[in-house]
């Protein structure tokens, strides 16, 4: 089954990304202003477009979730971050796995994907990140 | 075989978008500003860090591209751009095509074929681009 991959190195710790991905206030920040739920282990987290269920969050090393409802080609997926300081800097490993056929959609979600990941950089970096309704857009009506 | 999957919509006419994948100047333009050789169908083009050859050019509807020199993980690997037009806009489906492994070096070059596909959007629909070597960082020391 195909995955999207992607992978930025952020000038910020471990500690720091894993909180960004385990925290509302992160999440809101770099990906959905608007998201609740609950981001910790066994949590579902509601991104309005999607619930993701959390079912592994290793601090300062790993977090992957389970999408549990949303668009049709995404549930049943799984997002995974894995963290890995390396060169002074934290790479994040991203991996959107368990698409069912490479559709249209994930081609743009892996576009868009990679945008929210550079966000989340920006949002550590420098506190100017784009986070939806403010995200880069990649089409026109986007 | 993994592949990099992407999609970015563009303002702009199917026309002008294969212009700017089957032209030293437009491949200038978004990409690598150094790039050199023949754009043109069994031309070879030279980006510097890798040589491809133009193996498929449908004129506004295909560019397919076979990595003959480069990174020994994107030799034989082939990089192709379907152009659709619809609402309003020129679809590019894009596809770095027949990794042989989910690499490391496959996510990072997930994330910044996205950066350069919205670099392409911007010199077509702005005239604002960041080819190589003022493209879009994703790590530091990138």
Redesign the interface.
């Known amino acids: 089954m195909?995955?999207?991959?992607?992978?930025?190195?952020?000038?910020a710790s471990p500690e720091r990304v894993f909180k960004s991905l385990t925290t509302l206030d992160g999440l809101r920040g770099w990906w959905i202003s608007e998201t609740t739920g609950d981001p910790g282990l066994g949590g579902t987290i509601d991104f309005g477009f999607c619930q993701m269920k959390v079912v592994e969050a290793i601090p300062d090393q790993l977090v992957r979730w389970r999408c549990v409802q949303g668009p049709e080609e995404w549930v049943g997926t799984e997002v995974s971050f894995a963290l890995i300081w390396k060169?002074?800097?934290t790479?994040i490993?991203?991996k959107h796995a368990n698409w069912k056929e490479?559709v249209?959609f994930?081609?743009?979600c892996?576009?868009k994907w990679?945008?929210f990941?550079?966000s989340l950089?920006d949002l550590l970096e420098t506190g100017r990140a784009h986070p939806t309704p403010n995200d880069?857009k990649?089409?026109?009506?986007?």
Chains 1, 2 share one sequence.
């Open positions: 195909p995955d999207i991959l992607h992978r930025v190195g952020i000038n060169n002074e800097q790479f490993l991203f490479p249209e994930m081609h743009h892996s576009t990679a945008t990941l550079l950089r880069i990649i089409h026109v009506g986007d």
